[in-house]
Each structure stands twice: as C-alpha cells, then as structure tokens.
C-alpha cells in the first residue's frame, strides 16, 4: 500500500474517531433555525451578516462548521465570554436548525 492513499479501511477507522453528535442532521429544520436566531441578531446582524467589527458573519457558513462552533461554545471548549452564555442552554436540535439556517443564506462576493 502506497503512503498518502486513502483506503477504504483506512477511511473507516478516520471516520470511526468523529462523533455523530458532531456532525448536523440531516433532518434540521432551517425555518426554526431563522426563529431562534433572533437571538443572534444583536451580534450576527438580522440575517446573518453582523455590521459590528468583532462579531464574525454567519450567513453562507457551513452547517458542519456552524453547529461545531456553537457545540464547542456551549462545552467550554472554545471560550468567549458572550457565546459561552448564549450557547449554553442550546438543545443540539437547536444548533442543527440554526446551522441549517445560516447555511441556507446565499452570500455572493464581487471582486473589486
């Protein structure tokens, strides 16, 4: 077997090592996803896209990296004073949703 080839076997056991919980379901609802995130609207703007300067766009991110942030927000794994709070009392059926929401959202880029 070759270095770098990634086998069947081997892609099992990479994958034997992700825990589901981590990963969004397929069945989250984006529609009460866009309920809840009223709540991140203060930070992450109305839609998704913040206008404050320390507070990242949401709006087009991936579901897999948005419930993967907020599961980390809410286990202490990644630290931030206000997302710690707001992450905290998320069901996993909530992040799954507001990660399909903002997923959702089509953001375009033009080039200058």
Known sequence: MKAGI??????????????????????ADAAAGKAKAQMCAVCH??????????????????ALY??????????????????GVMAKPLTDADIDNLAAWFS?????AQLP
Do not use: C, F, W
């Open 66 to 83: 948005v419930a993967a942030q907020l599961r980390a927000y809410r286990s202490g794994a990644r630290a931030h004073e206000v997302m």
């Open 6 to 27: 990634l086998t069947t076997a081997r892609l099992a056991a990479l994958l034997a090592g992700v825990p589901l919980a981590a990963l969004p379901a397929g069945a």
């Open 104 to 108: 959702s959202i089509k953001v375009t």
């Open 45 to 62: 703007g109305p839609n998704g896209l913040s206008t404050a300067p320390d507070a990242p766009h949401l709006a087009g991110q991936p």
